[in-house]
């Protein structure tokens, strides 16, 4: 079974400055994809950015970009020049790429983090 | 819709009360998900459809939570009998396919008291 594990409950970054959130995981299969979503105090989940396993290049969306160790397990997210808006729960989740059998998200616990002005 | 639309946004329960939830999909969109989200969690596999079709339900806690998607779009979660246990915020997700991004709304959260 797949696991995601996120060991950073809580964070803070100024505002303007830079925070890595990191994420670990746990499977077997060799085609899968990993996200990173933010879920602000309205509750709705916003993905963030995604990496899909086969691509050895990081994934980058403006502000956002993700360091993806494969060997390791190891899927961290930057957020480069934090504002006030970054803050929220961020939440690492995986996905099987087989499309058959099993197909959902398999979420970590979250971070906590807060921008400060 | 523009989005992915749960109603009622809030629901008090008492405790013994059957509940309904419901999702309103992107329109045109094939698969959606129901997730469990308790306070401080990260949200937890529920159920899964593939338009009216009940793929996966291994995460249903108890035959008391029921899901249905008769038309292969609207999707409503039942809870019978509800109890303390069950309180949480509900998701519902959609994407327009397998392995496409999914599009999450903004939940429900049911308190049972």
């Known amino acids: 079974a797949q696991t995601v594990t996120q060991s950073q409950p809580e964070m803070s970054v100024q505002e303007a400055e830079t925070v890595t959130l990191s994420c670990t995981y746990d499977t077997s299969e060799s085609n899968y994809y990993l996200f990173w979503y933010k879920q602000p105090p309205s509750r709705q989940m916003i993905l963030v950015i995604r990496?899909?396993?086969?691509?050895?290049q990081n994934a980058t969306e403006n502000r956002f970009s993700v360091n993806f160790q494969k060997a390791a397990k190891s899927f961290s997210l930057k957020i480069s020049d934090s504002q006030l808006g970054d803050t929220a729960m961020y939440f690492c989740a995986f996905m099987r790429g087989d499309l058959s059998g099993t197909y959902k998200y398999i979420f970590g616990t979250g971070t906590r983090l807060k921008v400060l002005a | 819709g523009a989005g992915v639309s749960q109603s009622p946004r809030y629901k008090v329960a008492k405790r013994g009360q059957d509940v309904a939830l419901r999702c309103d999909p992107i329109?045109?969109?094939?698969?959606l998900f129901w997730y469990q989200q308790a306070l401080g969690q990260g949200p937890e596999f529920l159920t899964y459809?593939?338009?009216?079709?009940?793929?996966?339900k291994s995460g249903l806690p108890s035959d008391r939570f029921f899901a249905e998607r008769p038309e292969g779009s609207v999707s409503t979660l039942k809870i019978q009998r509800t109890q303390q246990e069950d309180s949480a915020v509900y998701l519902c997700a959609s994407s327009l396919r397998r392995n496409t991004e999914a599009f999450f709304g903004q939940g429900t959260r049911l308190t049972v008291v």
């Open positions: 990496q899909e396993a086969y691509k050895q």
């Open positions: 329109s045109g969109h094939v698969s």
């Open positions: 459809f593939q338009n009216e079709a009940q793929l996966d």
